[in-house]
C-alpha cells in the first residue's frame, strides 16, 4: 500500500544553519505531496504542497521538490530560525482514491540561538 | 476565526465510558476528515464525508467507533466503551472540494486530546 517514510527526529540545528528533511514515498500513480507543520501548541497547517513531478512547493522559505525518479520530497531551508521549532509531517494524496491523506510519522525540528 | 473548530479541547474519562467528540468544519467545505495522532505516531485516517456520499469508514480501527455528519456540515465521532489504547489526539479536517487535481489541502482543527484512565 501507500506510504511515507521522513527521518527519523528530533533534528536539532542551530540558528542560520541549513536544514533538509528527508521525505520519500511508494504510491501508486501520480499523488500530491504536502508538508505540514505543527507548531507547539497548535493545530496542523498547511506548508507547501507540489501536484505533479518538477513541481517546486514553497513557502516561508522552505522549499520541496518532487522528485519522482527518486519518489522523494525532501523539504529545505536554507536558514533557520528558533521560530521554525515544530513537527513537520510529510503527506500524499492519491487522487483516484478517496482523497485521504497518508502521513509519515513526523520530524520534530529543534533550533537553538 | 472561520477555521476548523473542535470540541472539546481535552477530554478525560474512564475506561468503558462512551464519548462524543465535536467538529465544526469551515463553511461550505464539503469534505470532512478525522484522524487519529497517536504519541510519537503519524496521523490516521479514520473516516471520510464528502457531501452526501456514502461515508468512507475504511480506516475505523473497530465497530467501538463510529461517525456522522448531520446537514453536510457538524460531525460527530463516536467512541463506544472506550478502551486505554483509544488515548490519542482526534483531528478533524475538512477540504472544500473532491476531485481537484491541484490537490485540494486539508484544513485541521486543533484537535481533541482523549485520555482514557
Known amino acids: 500500500g501507500d506510504s511515507v517514510t521522513q527521518m527519523e527526529g528530533p533534528v536539532t540545528l542551530s540558528e542560520e544553519a541549513f536544514l533538509t528533511i528527508n521525505c520519500t514515498y511508494t504510491a501508486t500513480g501520480y499523488p500530491s505531496l504536502f508538508w505540514y507543520v505543527q507548531y507547539p501548541g497548535e493545530g496542523l497547517q498547511l506548508l507547501l504542497k507540489?501536484?505533479?513531478a518538477d513541481d517546486k512547493g514553497s513557502n516561508k522559505g522552505f522549499e520541496a521538490t518532487y522528485r519522482k525518479e527518486t519518489t522523494s520530497f525532501h523539504l529545505e531551508k536554507g536558514s533557520v530560525q528558533v521560530s521554525d521549532s515544530a513537527v513537520y509531517f510529510c503527506a500524499l494524496m492519491r487522487m483516484d482514491s478517496n482523497y485521504q491523506l497518508i502521513w509519515g510519522a513526523g520530524t520534530k525540528l529543534i533550533i537553538k540561538p | 476565526g472561520a477555521g476548523v473548530s473542535q470540541s472539546p479541547s481535552n477530554k478525560v474519562t474512564e475506561k468503558g465510558k462512551d464519548v462524543e467528540l465535536r467538529c465544526d468544519p469551515i463553511s461550505g467545505h464539503t469534505a470532512l476528515y478525522w484522524y487519529r495522532q497517536s504519541l510519537g505516531q503519524g496521523l490516521e485516517f479514520l473516516i471520510y464525508?464528502?457531501?452526501?456520499?456514502?461515508?468512507?469508514k475504511s480506516g475505523l480501527p473497530s465497530d467501538r467507533f463510529s461517525a456522522e455528519r448531520t446537514g453536510g456540515s457538524v460531525s460527530t465521532l463516536t467512541i463506544q466503551r472506550t478502551q486505554q489504547e483509544d488515548s490519542a489526539v482526534y483531528l478533524c479536517?475538512?477540504?472544500?472540494?473532491?476531485?481537484?487535481?491541484?490537490?485540494?489541502?486539508?484544513?485541521f482543527g486543533d484537535g481533541t486530546r482523549l485520555s482514557i484512565l
Open positions: 464525508f464528502q457531501g452526501n456520499s456514502a461515508p468512507d
Open positions: 479536517a475538512s477540504s472544500s472540494r473532491q476531485g481537484a487535481p491541484l490537490g485540494e489541502p486539508q484544513h
Open positions: 507540489a501536484t505533479k
